[in-house]
Protein backbone atom coordinates (compact mmCIF):
# COMPACT_ATOMS: atom_id res chain seq x y z
CA UNK A 1 0.00 0.00 0.00
CA UNK A 2 1.18 3.43 -0.79
CA UNK A 3 1.12 4.66 3.36
CA UNK A 4 3.20 1.28 3.79
CA UNK A 5 5.55 2.40 0.88
CA UNK A 6 5.57 6.34 2.00
CA UNK A 7 6.76 5.17 5.83
CA UNK A 8 9.55 3.00 4.61
CA UNK A 9 10.63 5.86 2.45
CA UNK A 10 10.65 8.28 5.39
CA UNK A 11 12.67 5.64 7.32
CA UNK A 12 15.00 5.86 4.50
CA UNK A 13 15.51 9.04 4.67
CA UNK A 14 15.75 9.82 8.88
CA UNK A 15 18.09 7.39 8.29
CA UNK A 16 20.43 9.22 5.80
CA UNK A 17 20.01 12.32 8.18
CA UNK A 18 20.29 11.12 11.62
CA UNK A 19 23.48 12.41 12.21
CA UNK A 20 22.51 16.26 11.70
CA UNK A 21 19.88 15.99 14.45
CA UNK A 22 20.55 18.31 17.18
CA UNK A 23 20.83 17.89 21.18
CA UNK A 24 17.77 17.99 23.35
CA UNK A 25 17.21 21.11 24.56
CA UNK A 26 19.26 22.14 27.76
CA UNK A 27 16.58 23.47 30.22
CA UNK A 28 17.41 25.68 33.13
CA UNK A 29 15.10 26.98 35.96
CA UNK A 30 15.75 30.54 37.80
CA UNK A 31 13.26 30.15 41.75
CA UNK A 32 13.60 33.41 43.22
CA UNK A 33 12.76 33.67 47.43
CA UNK A 34 11.49 36.22 49.40
CA UNK A 35 14.87 37.34 50.50
CA UNK A 36 16.08 38.13 46.79
CA UNK A 37 18.18 34.64 46.25
CA UNK A 38 17.32 32.47 43.73
CA UNK A 39 17.84 28.65 43.34
CA UNK A 40 19.27 27.74 39.81
CA UNK A 41 18.39 24.38 38.54
CA UNK A 42 20.12 23.24 35.25
CA UNK A 43 19.43 20.11 33.40
CA UNK A 44 21.81 18.91 30.70
CA UNK A 45 20.74 15.80 28.23
CA UNK A 46 23.49 13.54 26.15
CA UNK A 47 25.79 16.72 25.77
CA UNK A 48 29.43 15.63 26.53
CA UNK A 49 30.69 18.89 25.84
CA UNK A 50 28.87 20.55 28.96
CA UNK A 51 29.18 17.33 31.12
CA UNK A 52 30.62 17.72 34.77
CA UNK A 53 30.41 21.89 33.70
CA UNK A 54 27.72 23.51 35.89
CA UNK A 55 28.17 27.13 33.81
CA UNK A 56 26.28 26.37 30.89
CA UNK A 57 24.69 30.01 30.77
CA UNK A 58 25.79 33.40 32.15
CA UNK A 59 23.85 35.84 35.11
CA UNK A 60 24.12 39.49 35.22
CA UNK A 61 27.39 39.91 37.33
CA UNK A 62 25.58 41.31 40.58
CA UNK A 63 24.38 37.73 41.15
CA UNK A 64 27.11 35.85 42.66
CA UNK A 65 26.83 32.21 44.43
CA UNK A 66 25.82 31.56 47.76
CA UNK A 67 25.98 28.22 47.76
CA UNK A 68 27.54 26.17 45.64
CA UNK A 69 26.90 23.94 42.85
CA UNK A 70 25.85 19.94 42.98
CA UNK A 71 25.42 17.33 40.31
CA UNK A 72 23.03 14.78 40.32
CA UNK A 73 24.02 12.40 38.10
CA UNK A 74 21.37 10.80 35.29
CA UNK A 75 21.04 7.73 33.10
CA UNK A 76 20.91 10.49 29.86
CA UNK A 77 22.88 13.43 31.44
CA UNK A 78 22.91 15.16 34.54
CA UNK A 79 21.25 17.90 36.69
CA UNK A 80 22.85 20.92 38.77
CA UNK A 81 21.67 22.92 41.64
CA UNK A 82 23.28 26.33 43.53
CA UNK A 83 21.56 29.16 44.77
CA UNK A 84 22.54 33.10 44.15
CA UNK A 85 22.13 36.12 45.13
CA UNK A 86 21.49 39.02 43.24
CA UNK A 87 21.19 41.60 46.10
CA UNK A 88 17.66 43.26 46.94
CA UNK A 89 16.33 43.63 44.07
CA UNK A 90 16.49 39.72 42.85
CA UNK A 91 15.93 39.11 39.13
CA UNK A 92 15.21 42.70 38.68
CA UNK A 93 16.60 43.33 35.37
CA UNK A 94 19.34 40.30 35.29
CA UNK A 95 19.87 39.25 31.81
CA UNK A 96 19.72 35.42 31.71
CA UNK A 97 22.93 34.44 28.53
CA UNK A 98 23.15 30.91 27.10
CA UNK A 99 26.29 32.10 25.99
CA UNK A 100 25.54 31.84 21.94
CA UNK A 101 24.63 27.59 22.74
CA UNK A 102 24.33 25.63 19.27
CA UNK A 103 21.49 24.13 20.77
CA UNK A 104 18.25 25.34 22.05
CA UNK A 105 17.99 26.56 26.35
CA UNK A 106 14.62 26.37 27.52
CA UNK A 107 14.19 28.69 30.55
CA UNK A 108 11.73 28.57 33.38
CA UNK A 109 11.74 31.95 35.76
CA UNK A 110 9.79 32.14 38.32
CA UNK A 111 9.41 35.37 40.69
CA UNK A 112 8.62 35.99 44.49
CA UNK A 113 5.20 37.66 43.56
CA UNK A 114 4.41 33.81 41.65
CA UNK A 115 4.44 35.22 38.41
CA UNK A 116 6.15 32.91 35.82
CA UNK A 117 8.00 33.75 32.45
CA UNK A 118 9.26 31.03 29.72
CA UNK A 119 11.72 31.58 26.98
CA UNK A 120 13.23 29.18 24.48
CA UNK A 121 17.00 30.70 24.31
CA UNK A 122 18.66 30.07 20.81
CA UNK A 123 21.26 30.96 18.88
CA UNK A 124 19.85 33.48 16.93
CA UNK A 125 18.48 35.53 20.06
CA UNK A 126 20.70 33.62 23.10
CA UNK A 127 19.38 36.16 25.62
CA UNK A 128 16.81 37.31 27.64
CA UNK A 129 16.29 40.18 30.35
CA UNK A 130 13.96 39.28 32.94
CA UNK A 131 11.23 42.03 33.71
CA UNK A 132 11.33 44.28 36.77
CA UNK A 133 8.32 43.24 38.78
CA UNK A 134 6.97 47.00 39.26
CA UNK A 135 7.28 47.17 35.70
CA UNK A 136 4.09 48.35 33.98
CA UNK A 137 2.21 45.60 32.08
CA UNK A 138 2.03 46.63 28.10
CA UNK A 139 -1.14 48.51 27.31
CA UNK A 140 -4.17 45.69 26.08
CA UNK A 141 -3.36 47.33 22.46
CA UNK A 142 0.07 46.07 22.63
CA UNK A 143 -0.75 42.39 24.19
CA UNK A 144 -3.45 42.23 21.71
CA UNK A 145 -1.17 42.97 18.01
CA UNK A 146 1.99 41.30 19.73
CA UNK A 147 0.23 37.68 20.50
CA UNK A 148 -1.96 37.68 17.83
CA UNK A 149 0.94 38.09 15.17
CA UNK A 150 3.02 35.67 17.05
CA UNK A 151 0.25 33.43 16.71
CA UNK A 152 0.00 34.32 12.95
CA UNK A 153 3.75 33.44 12.58
CA UNK A 154 3.48 30.46 14.66
CA UNK A 155 1.07 28.60 12.15
CA UNK A 156 2.39 30.07 9.04
CA UNK A 157 6.32 28.57 10.08
CA UNK A 158 5.15 25.54 11.19
CA UNK A 159 5.06 23.09 8.68
CA UNK A 160 3.49 20.07 10.39
CA UNK A 161 0.27 22.25 11.45
CA UNK A 162 0.29 23.41 8.26
CA UNK A 163 0.53 19.98 6.29
CA UNK A 164 -1.96 18.57 8.52
CA UNK A 165 -4.62 21.42 7.35
CA UNK A 166 -4.03 20.91 3.76
CA UNK A 167 -4.16 16.67 4.04
CA UNK A 168 -7.41 17.33 6.20
CA UNK A 169 -8.61 19.33 3.02
CA UNK A 170 -7.91 16.33 1.09
CA UNK A 171 -9.26 13.66 3.52
CA UNK A 172 -12.28 15.38 3.60
CA UNK A 173 -14.84 16.35 0.69
CA UNK A 174 -17.70 17.99 0.11
CA UNK A 175 -18.63 21.75 1.64
CA UNK A 176 -20.56 20.49 5.06
CA UNK A 177 -18.11 17.98 6.05
CA UNK A 178 -15.40 20.39 5.66
CA UNK A 179 -16.61 23.04 8.02
CA UNK A 180 -17.44 20.18 10.53
CA UNK A 181 -13.88 18.71 10.20
CA UNK A 182 -11.82 22.01 10.05
CA UNK A 183 -14.21 23.27 12.75
CA UNK A 184 -13.67 20.05 15.49
CA UNK A 185 -9.63 20.57 14.47
CA UNK A 186 -10.02 24.43 15.96
CA UNK A 187 -12.32 23.19 18.99
CA UNK A 188 -9.80 20.39 19.77
CA UNK A 189 -6.17 23.00 19.65
CA UNK A 190 -8.19 25.67 21.51
CA UNK A 191 -9.19 23.87 24.10
CA UNK A 192 -5.76 22.08 24.99
CA UNK A 193 -3.84 25.82 23.64
CA UNK A 194 -5.93 26.97 26.82
CA UNK A 195 -5.10 23.83 29.25
CA UNK A 196 -1.22 24.02 28.52
CA UNK A 197 -0.79 28.43 28.43
CA UNK A 198 -2.33 28.00 31.76
CA UNK A 199 -0.58 25.67 33.44
CA UNK A 200 -3.57 23.06 33.78
CA UNK A 201 -2.14 20.38 31.29
CA UNK A 202 2.03 19.50 30.90
CA UNK A 203 3.36 16.96 28.46
CA UNK A 204 7.00 17.13 27.84
CA UNK A 205 7.88 19.46 24.63
CA UNK A 206 9.75 16.30 22.94
CA UNK A 207 6.37 13.56 23.05
CA UNK A 208 4.25 16.33 21.40
CA UNK A 209 6.52 17.22 18.72
CA UNK A 210 6.52 13.59 18.43
CA UNK A 211 3.01 13.11 18.31
CA UNK A 212 2.07 15.63 15.68
CA UNK A 213 4.42 14.40 13.70
CA UNK A 214 2.08 11.12 14.12
CA UNK A 215 -1.41 13.06 13.57
CA UNK A 216 0.10 14.15 10.37
CA UNK A 217 1.30 10.05 9.19
CA UNK A 218 -1.55 8.81 10.78
CA UNK A 219 -4.07 11.24 8.46
CA UNK A 220 -2.08 10.40 5.39
CA UNK A 221 -2.15 6.77 6.10
CA UNK A 222 -6.03 6.95 6.36
CA UNK A 223 -6.23 9.07 3.58
CA UNK A 224 -4.11 6.74 1.71
CA UNK A 225 -6.05 3.45 2.65
CA UNK A 226 -9.66 4.90 2.11
CA UNK A 227 -8.90 7.73 -0.53
CA UNK A 228 -12.88 7.69 -1.84
CA UNK A 229 -14.71 6.60 1.72
CA UNK A 230 -16.60 9.85 3.23
CA UNK A 231 -15.97 10.07 7.29
CA UNK A 232 -19.21 9.49 8.65
CA UNK A 233 -18.19 11.41 11.26
CA UNK A 234 -15.83 14.06 9.84
CA UNK A 235 -15.44 16.09 13.36
CA UNK A 236 -14.37 13.16 15.52
CA UNK A 237 -10.69 12.60 13.88
CA UNK A 238 -10.18 16.27 13.36
CA UNK A 239 -10.83 16.89 16.76
CA UNK A 240 -8.69 14.30 18.43
CA UNK A 241 -5.28 15.43 16.51
CA UNK A 242 -7.04 19.19 17.28
CA UNK A 243 -6.31 17.94 20.91
CA UNK A 244 -2.60 17.22 20.19
CA UNK A 245 -1.85 20.36 17.77
CA UNK A 246 -3.02 22.64 20.77
CA UNK A 247 -0.34 20.96 23.35
CA UNK A 248 2.33 22.44 19.91
CA UNK A 249 0.75 25.58 19.92
CA UNK A 250 1.15 26.01 23.51
CA UNK A 251 4.82 25.81 23.43
CA UNK A 252 5.25 28.63 21.14
CA UNK A 253 3.35 30.73 23.29
CA UNK A 254 5.11 29.57 26.48
CA UNK A 255 8.40 30.71 24.57
CA UNK A 256 7.26 34.06 24.14
CA UNK A 257 6.76 34.82 28.29
CA UNK A 258 3.73 35.62 29.97
CA UNK A 259 2.90 38.00 32.67
CA UNK A 260 0.52 37.12 35.27
CA UNK A 261 -1.42 39.97 34.40
CA UNK A 262 -1.62 39.39 30.59
CA UNK A 263 -2.52 35.90 30.63
CA UNK A 264 -5.82 35.52 29.73
CA UNK A 265 -5.62 38.18 26.99
CA UNK A 266 -2.15 36.85 25.72
CA UNK A 267 -4.01 33.58 25.07
CA UNK A 268 -6.59 35.11 23.58
CA UNK A 269 -4.85 36.97 20.80
CA UNK A 270 -2.49 34.33 20.55
CA UNK A 271 -5.29 31.44 19.44
CA UNK A 272 -6.71 34.53 17.64
CA UNK A 273 -3.88 34.84 15.52
CA UNK A 274 -3.74 30.61 14.88
CA UNK A 275 -7.18 31.08 13.45
CA UNK A 276 -6.82 33.96 10.89
CA UNK A 277 -3.36 32.23 9.85
CA UNK A 278 -5.51 28.64 9.49
CA UNK A 279 -8.14 30.22 7.68
CA UNK A 280 -6.09 31.83 5.29
CA UNK A 281 -4.33 28.19 5.00
CA UNK A 282 -7.85 26.96 4.26
CA UNK A 283 -8.63 29.65 1.88
CA UNK A 284 -5.94 29.34 -0.49
CA UNK A 285 -6.04 25.44 -0.73
CA UNK A 286 -9.69 25.89 -1.45
CA UNK A 287 -8.98 28.43 -4.11
CA UNK A 288 -6.56 26.61 -6.13
CA UNK A 289 -8.57 23.63 -5.72
CA UNK A 290 -11.78 25.53 -7.31
CA UNK A 291 -9.17 26.89 -10.12
CA UNK A 292 -7.84 23.29 -10.75
CA UNK A 293 -11.68 21.79 -10.76
CA UNK A 294 -11.90 24.53 -13.97
CA UNK A 295 -8.61 23.57 -15.67
CA UNK A 296 -7.84 20.43 -15.15
CA UNK A 297 -8.74 16.84 -16.02
CA UNK A 298 -10.39 14.38 -12.80
CA UNK A 299 -7.94 11.80 -13.03
CA UNK A 300 -5.04 14.45 -13.29
CA UNK A 301 -6.67 16.15 -9.96
CA UNK A 302 -6.44 12.52 -8.17
CA UNK A 303 -3.11 11.78 -9.08
CA UNK A 304 -1.84 15.47 -7.76
CA UNK A 305 -4.06 14.33 -4.68
CA UNK A 306 -2.61 10.82 -4.23
CA UNK A 307 0.88 12.77 -4.56
CA UNK A 308 -0.15 15.27 -1.92
CA UNK A 309 -1.00 12.32 0.51
CA UNK A 310 1.99 10.83 -0.59
CA UNK A 311 4.67 13.85 0.14
CA UNK A 312 2.48 14.20 3.62
CA UNK A 313 2.94 10.62 4.64
CA UNK A 314 7.04 10.81 3.73
CA UNK A 315 7.08 13.74 5.87
CA UNK A 316 5.21 12.86 8.96
CA UNK A 317 7.19 9.64 9.11
CA UNK A 318 10.57 11.15 8.61
CA UNK A 319 9.48 13.87 11.50
CA UNK A 320 7.66 10.52 13.18
CA UNK A 321 11.24 8.40 13.54
CA UNK A 322 13.45 11.92 14.08
CA UNK A 323 11.52 12.61 17.19
CA UNK A 324 11.04 9.55 18.46
CA UNK A 325 14.99 9.03 18.12
CA UNK A 326 15.58 12.16 19.72
CA UNK A 327 13.43 10.86 22.61
CA UNK A 328 15.19 7.60 23.19
CA UNK A 329 18.28 8.49 22.65
Same mark, same amino acid.
Given at each position: ????? #???? $???? %????????????????? @? @??????????????????????????? /??????????????? @?????????????????????????????? @??????????? $?? /???????????????????????????????????????????? %????????????????????????????? $???? $?? #?????????????????????? /??????????????? %??????????????????????????????????????? #???????????????????? #??????????????????????????????????????
Amino acid at each position: MMWRA #AFAL $ALLL %HGASAAGHGRDPESVTL @E @ERGDGTVDVRVRVVDDPSRAGAPWSFA /LSPRCVVVDPPVREA @EARGERWRWRVGCGRAGLDGVVVDSLGAAH @ETLLTVRRRDG $AL /LSRALRPAVPWVVVPRLDEPAPSPLRTVRSFAGLGVAHLATGAD %HLLFLVLLLVRVRGARARVRAVTAFTAGH $AVTL $AA #AALDLVAVPRAWVEALVAGTVW /LLAADTARTPRTELS %HPWALPLAFGLVHGLGFADGLRDAGLRAGERGLALASFN #AGIEVSQLAVVAVALGVEAV #AARTIAADTRERAARAVVFAAGVAGGAWLCSRVQEMVA
